[in-house]
């Protein structure tokens, strides 16, 4: 027997006819003796209706307010499924954020989570009694309605799962797991069995929109073992407990699997030489913008003149390059924000033009970031010249570079993504055979 935690997302539970699939799949866990708690989010575009209806009635509306009307979406999914759990003929009750409670911060739609343990709801799961949770949702000290920032169900059913000392948190989604990359972009992309929290987190964070990152770096934190899998389950699927999805788990657990079975521990499918595979996965992210200061002075303070204002903006920038300067003392600086943020770091950076003494700004916005990643890079040599030689060999150009222990990132012409994705999976030798 083991205390599992279940997170369904929206497209899962638009529907009673979905919902009762969920419950079907929740009961299967229960019958093979588990406690159980769930995590749901509300159905598929419910959020964005109800976000709107905020707009709509006041534009400058208060956060405390907006989080009452969206965290409605959770509080009508958990009750629904509590509803139908109930018709299966299993002992279930709805647990909102204030019941449990799940105590947050009052920074209101993107609240954080504080305080968690509910001895209530673990007496009622040790009773046999299945505890269906909002995701989403909390309750600050002040005792008002928060939320978590959209995508927080995730966030939410990691937290349950750290404060109730879960075996395992299995989220359920739309896909069967985290792949080496997109398989809408590349046919041949494998299903991987783990990836580490770290591979994860920078995954999620270039693009790879499986789980909202909080989540990642709460497991990290909290070690937390997560199983991404497919809610699109028929009856004589393999049960979740055989680990059918993808396992986010440490380096150290991922250590110990690959030396006790040292071929294709990490891979589906099984690849040409696996002790070899340095690279876990490609991601790419279309959501950056390049901005490029021209003639910047080439002298002490001149960055800091530029990022500091950028910084207090809270625009957070990414790749950076400073060219080698001229002969006459400038330098032309090029960066990367979230294309979101370009508009304001542009008109930022334009009345700053004097103190930061450039002569001319230009952006582009089509660019798109390829990212690889793989902890296997912390010990061999080589990653990033494979990565810059199989796009050379495709003419891609590379406009800017960065890298982290477990990730090389470049900066291309946003037509050239499909290719770079494919010839980089190609190059690192991830395609299914
Ligand atoms: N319903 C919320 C959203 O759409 C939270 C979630 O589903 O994770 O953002
Ligand atoms: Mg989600």
Same mark, same amino acid.
């Given at each position: 027997?083991?205390?599992?935690?279940?997170?369904?997302?929206?497209?899962?539970?638009?529907?009673?006819?979905?919902?009762?699939?969920?419950?079907?799949?929740?009961?299967?866990?229960?019958?093979?003796?588990?406690?159980?708690?769930?995590? /749901?989010?509300?159905?598929?575009?419910?959020?964005?209706?109800?976000?709107?209806?905020?707009?709509?009635?006041?534009?400058?509306?208060?956060?405390?307010?907006?989080?009452?009307?969206?965290?409605?979406?959770?509080?009508?999914?958990?009750?629904?499924?509590?509803?139908?759990?109930?018709?299966?003929?299993?002992?279930?009750?709805?647990?909102?954020?204030?019941?449990?409670?799940?105590?947050?911060?009052?920074?209101?739609?993107?609240?954080?989570?504080?305080?968690?343990?509910?001895?209530?709801?673990?007496?009622?799961?040790?009773?046999?009694?299945?505890?269906?949770?909002?995701?989403?949702?909390?309750?600050?000290?002040?005792?008002?309605?928060?939320?978590?920032?959209?995508?927080?169900?995730?966030?939410?059913?990691?937290? /349950?799962?750290?404060?109730?000392?879960?075996?395992?948190?299995?989220?359920?989604?739309?896909?069967?797991?985290?792949?080496?990359?997109?398989?809408?972009?590349?046919?041949?992309?494998?299903?991987?069995?783990?990836?580490?929290?770290?591979?994860?987190?920078?995954?999620?964070?270039?693009?790879?929109?499986?789980?909202?990152?909080?989540?990642?770096?709460?497991?990290?934190?909290?070690?937390?073992?997560?199983?991404?899998?497919?809610?699109?389950?028929?009856?004589?699927?393999?049960?979740?407990?055989?680990?059918?999805?993808?396992?986010?788990?440490?380096?150290?657990?991922?250590?110990?699997?690959?030396?006790?079975?040292?071929?294709?521990?990490?891979?589906?499918?099984?690849?040409?030489?696996?002790?070899?595979?340095?690279?876990?996965?490609?991601?790419?992210?279309?959501?950056?913008?390049?901005?490029?200061?021209?003639?910047?002075?080439?002298?002490?303070?001149?960055?800091?003149?530029?990022?500091?204002?950028?910084?207090?903006?809270?625009?957070?920038?990414?790749?950076?390059?400073?060219?080698?300067?001229?002969?006459?003392?400038?330098?032309?600086?090029?960066?990367?924000?979230?294309?979101?943020?370009?508009?304001?770091?542009?008109?930022?950076?334009?009345?700053?033009?004097?103190?930061?003494?450039?002569?001319?700004?230009?952006?582009?916005?089509?660019?798109?970031?390829?990212?690889?990643?793989?902890?296997?890079?912390?010990?061999?040599?080589?990653?990033?010249?494979?990565?810059?030689?199989?796009?050379?060999?495709?003419?891609?150009?590379?406009?800017?570079?960065?890298?982290?222990?477990?990730?090389?990132?470049?900066?291309?012409?946003?037509?050239?993504?499909?290719?770079?994705?494919?010839?980089?999976?190609?190059?690192?030798?991830?395609?299914?055979?």
């Amino acid at each position: 027997m083991a205390r599992i935690v279940m997170k369904f997302g929206g497209t899962s539970m638009a529907g009673t006819e979905r919902i009762r699939r969920v419950a079907a799949i929740v009961k299967r866990q229960q019958d093979a003796g588990h406690e159980v708690a769930v995590v /749901v989010s509300a159905m598929a575009g419910e959020t964005d209706r109800l976000v709107n209806f905020c707009r709509e009635a006041n534009p400058l509306y208060d956060p405390a307010e907006y989080d009452v009307v969206v965290a409605a979406g959770e509080q009508v999914t958990s009750g629904l499924l509590a509803l139908t759990l109930q018709a299966l003929g299993c002992r279930a009750r709805s647990w909102l954020g204030w019941q449990m409670p799940l105590g947050t911060d009052d920074a209101h739609a993107k609240a954080r989570i504080g305080a968690l343990d509910a001895p209530d709801m673990l007496a009622a799961m040790a009773d046999g009694e299945i505890a269906v949770i909002p995701g989403f949702q909390g309750v600050s000290e002040w005792g008002r309605i928060t939320t978590l920032g959209r995508g927080g169900s995730d966030t939410s059913a990691v937290a /349950v799962a750290a404060a109730i000392k879960a075996d395992r948190c299995d989220i359920y989604t739309d896909v069967d797991g985290v792949y080496t990359t997109d398989p809408r972009i590349v046919a041949k992309a494998r299903k991987l069995r783990y990836v580490t929290y770290e591979e994860m987190l920078e995954l999620a964070s270039v693009g790879s929109k499986v789980l909202q990152t909080r989540s990642v770096s709460l497991a990290m934190k909290e070690g937390v073992r997560v199983q991404v899998l497919s809610s699109f389950i028929d009856d004589d699927a393999p049960p979740a407990d055989s680990l059918p999805g993808t396992m986010i788990v440490s380096d150290e657990e991922l250590a110990q699997i690959q030396s006790a079975r040292l071929q294709s521990a990490r891979l589906e499918s099984e690849g040409p030489d696996m002790e070899r595979q340095l690279i876990t996965g490609i991601a790419a992210d279309k959501n950056e913008a390049k901005v490029i200061l021209i003639r910047v002075p080439d002298r002490p303070g001149a960055v800091a003149s530029i990022f500091g204002p950028l910084a207090e903006a809270n625009i957070n920038v990414d790749m950076i390059i400073q060219n080698v300067g001229r002969d006459k003392g400038e330098t032309d600086v090029t960066f990367t924000v979230p294309a979101a943020d370009l508009p304001r770091a542009q008109a930022l950076l334009e009345s700053a033009q004097a103190t930061i003494g450039f002569q001319r700004l230009v952006t582009d916005g089509k660019v798109a970031k390829i990212s690889v990643v793989g902890v296997g890079m912390r010990s061999h040599a080589g990653v990033a010249a494979t990565m810059f030689q199989a796009l050379a060999d495709r003419q891609i150009n590379i406009q800017a570079i960065s890298t982290s222990e477990i990730k090389v990132s470049v900066l291309i012409d946003e037509d050239e993504t499909e290719l770079a994705v494919r010839v980089l999976h190609t190059a690192y030798e991830l395609d299914a055979i």
